[in-house]
């Protein structure tokens, strides 16, 4: 199903905005008020939004269900080894980095992927009993 | 260090997605498989004690630990899973797309329980159990059985009903004393009402989630249906998780007097009414189910008469025969689970270890069950020590009758993996209870001949020849019958602390 020109051209214009806030909450979660997992869901809306407006069969092309799988399973793993980087260290996901927040930038930025994926990955699921779109 | 035990499962149970997404099959799921089954058994060797993730301090971290209480736990769950993982690695047909998928929630099972039972936190025990709730949810929901769905959200619905009241309760816990670690909050917390609540509510959405009697409702549906090796983790270690959780509330809150004999009292009742609709059954893994919910009330008994480490031992004990017993029958009964219709006859290995586990459930010394049942019973003081010996003698009447069919018929193919991981846990059984000091009690030996004499006086009166089969109502409706017993239960808990 496909929407009218207007929200079509609305969440074409809009989507590149989300995923640059979503970066911004991700990179940012340490200091102000935020993190991976908002990050993340933000992430999600942008491609969710692009899937009701435009259709699920247009945009499988471009986000493939394979993709999604991928990186939720990568990102769940890169968290587990962050975890046993930090053993090195002295203590599972002991704060190891010399930069202000430690850890806690690259631990957002992975749930944020991780999230944003699985997210996805959810509504695509959700979505084949709907296929016929 | 010790994080690390459910790191590895974690890290493994992300690895067979990742692999099964690159379209890898065969050798090498099966390899990271195995490696997330068994290397979290290297940590508790390597260390024990407690320790705070991350190097935080007690306060604002995550403590865990590996101590004298949970140390039987977790050793039962490792052993446990360790056959189960042998089990499902010639179980499942690994051309099947759905396999991958299988496995990762098998290793995301281990690893939410051993994280629930190294915890010494509330809210981190929480989301383990949760984590670990999800993975079985979803494998009962795996299995080919008619009705499997049906059982999988007649699990699903309750089970999280009884999670947000769970978590309901630690944010009560959370808000009086300021705290989640257990041992803090043993300091911190003085009587209040506030805190009763918190116990009431807590305490009953773990009885729900670890099937005991009146909440008992989910259990045998979703135990009898679920893949045989899933069957087995489900009735072996994961209502064992919740147990855990009532030792951590018990040791940290104020208890009053009532809650205690209110404890003991369902207990009791839970190992009775198990033994009785045990007896009743017709079906081999719905038997096995209804003991799951006996078996329970001996862990019950052993917390609430605030033994804490012997009802972990109990359920180790448990977990190592209640596995072997799923593992076994279900594999002898692969084509009909009706009692008559299958049996041992012509495979010895199989008909000794399931004799050997029987003999262990029923707490027949020197095997690991007498063990636990003389620990159990030592903490019970006046009426409440007749409960133990009591339901021993029911227990091995029902067992009497399972291997009384089974001696009938004879099993379809049997695999070797099979034989091999239902005959470890039997070997398990026997040689933990010599390790721990079981020895040959004449008394057994009146245990014995009294339930053989009552499983011959029931068969004369035909008692065997019933069957309770309940008509499978509306599944919403069961669902709230389960809710409503489920509130009552709450809500008398709430009341019968009142000052």
């Known amino acids: 199903m496909k929407m009218s020109t207007v929200v079509r051209s609305t969440t074409k214009m809009v989507s590149p905005f989300l995923v640059t806030y979503a970066a911004y909450l991700m990179l940012y979660g340490h200091l102000s008020p935020g993190g991976g997992f908002q990050g993340g869901v933000i992430l999600a809306v942008a491609v969710i939004l692009l899937i009701t407006s435009h259709g699920y069969q247009k945009v499988r092309k471009r986000f493939h269900f394979n993709w999604a799988s991928l990186m939720e399973s990568s990102a769940g793993a890169m968290l587990v080894i962050l975890g046993l980087v930090g053993l090195a260290f002295g203590a599972f996901y002991s704060n190891f980095l010399p930069i202000e927040g430690g850890v806690i930038l690259p631990f957002n930025v992975i749930v944020g992927l991780e999230v944003g994926a699985a997210f996805t990955f959810v509504f695509y699921i959700l979505l084949r009993w709907v296929e016929s779109d | ?499």
Do not use: C
């Open chain 2, 1 to 499: 260090m010790i994080p690390l035990i459910t790191a590895i499962p974690l890290l493994f149970a992300f690895t067979i997605v990742m692999l099964d997404t690159l379209r890898v099959k065969g050798a090498p799921i099966k390899a990271a498989f195995l490696l997330g089954a068994v290397l979290p058994a290297g940590v508790p060797l390597l260390r024990n004690g407690t320790e705070v993730v991350g190097g935080w301090s007690r306060e604002a971290g995550i403590e865990v630990g590996i101590g004298e209480v949970n140390g039987p736990f977790i050793a039962g769950e490792l052993i446990l899973f360790t056959a189960v993982a042998i089990y499902s690695l010639s179980y499942f047909d690994f051309r099947d797309r759905k396999t991958a998928k299988a496995l990762a929630l098998f290793l995301l099972i281990h690893a939410g329980l051993l994280g629930a039972f190294i915890s010494l936190d509330f809210f981190n025990f929480y989301i383990y159990m949760e984590i670990a709730s999800v993975g079985a949810f979803a494998l009962v929901a795996f299995s080919e059985e008619p009705g499997s769905r049906r059982a999988a959200f007649k699990y699903l619905i309750p089970s999280l009903l009884a999670s947000y009241m769970f978590i309901f309760a630690v944010g009560l816990i959370y808000m009086e004393t300021g705290y989640l670690n257990v041992d803090i909050v043993a300091e911190a917390a003085i009587p209040s009402r506030e805190l009763s609540a918190a116990l009431g509510i807590a305490f009953a959405s773990l009885l729900l989630k670890a099937g005991i009697f009146p909440l008992h409702g989910w259990l045998p549906d979703a135990h009898s249906v679920a893949p045989t090796p899933a069957s087995a983790l489900l009735s072996g270690a994961v209502v064992k998780a919740p147990a855990y959780g009532m030792i951590l509330l018990f040791s940290a809150l104020p208890l009053g007097e009532a809650i205690k004999t209110v404890g003991m009292a369902i207990a009791a009742a839970s190992i009775f009414f198990g033994i009785a609709m045990a007896l009743l059954q017709r079906d081999a893994k719905r038997l096995l189910a209804y003991h799951t919910v006996s078996q329970m009330g001996y862990v019950l008994l052993g917390i609430a008469s605030m033994n804490f480490t012997e009802a972990a031992y109990y359920a180790m004990a448990h977990s190592i025969f209640k596995g072997g017993l799923f593992l076994g029958i279900g594999s002898l009964g692969r084509k009909s689970r009706k009692l008559g219709e299958f049996g041992y006859r012509g495979a010895p290995v199989m008909a000794f270890s399931v004799l050997a586990l029987s003999l262990a459930i029923g707490g027949v010394s020197p095997f690991i069950g007498a063990y636990a049942k003389g620990l159990i019973s030592s903490g019970l003081s006046g009426n409440w020590s007749l409960v133990v010996p009591l339901g021993t003698v029911g227990t091995l009447v029902s067992f009497t009758k399972l291997n009384h069919y089974l001696l009938k018929g004879s099993p379809g193919k049997l695999r070797t993996a099979w034989k091999l991981s239902t005959s470890a846990l039997a070997v398990a059984a026997l040689g933990l209870g010599i390790y721990l000091g079981a020895k040959v009690k004449p008394a057994d030996f009146i245990y014995l001949a009294v339930s053989a004499a009552i499983f011959l006086a029931l068969r004369e009166l035909g008692l065997f020849d019933r069957e309770i089969k309940a008509k499978p109502a509306e599944v919403g409706r069961e669902i709230n019958v389960l809710t409503a017993v489920f509130v009552s239960v709450m809500l008398a808990l709430l009341l019968l602390q009142r000052p």
